[in-house]
């Protein structure tokens, strides 16, 4: 696994428990948290995909990719 790969899977472990921001610093990808955020974290008990999924009342069901026989998933495969 690479630096890169590595620094995300940090910034996402970090983000499962506070308020984290990913950015870029000249070639160095870091994670910033936020303190004066004392909400806590809660993700949404809904699928991601699906008719009544995250992406679907995010992006409408157009642009959603609501299965994994999805031609854009098909195309991204090839």
């Known amino acids: 696994m690479d630096t890169w790969a590595l620094t995300e899977l940090q ?3 970090t983000a499962k428990k ?3 921001r990913r950015y870029t610093q000249g070639k160095v990808r870091k994670g910033y948290t936020c303190t ?3 909400t806590p974290v809660v993700f949404p008990d809904k699928p ?3 008719a009544d999924g995250i992406l679907a ?3 409408g ?3 959603a990719i609501a299965s994994q026989d999805s031609p ?3 195309r ?3």
């Open 61 to 63: 069901t157009k642009f």
């Open 48 to 50: 991601m995909t699906g």
């Open 36 to 38: 004066s955020i004392d």
């Open 76 to 78: 991204l495969m090839r």
């Open 11 to 13: 910034v996402v472990e």
């Open 57 to 59: 009342q995010v992006f």
């Open 72 to 74: 854009a998933l098909k």
């Open 18 to 20: 506070q308020w984290t």
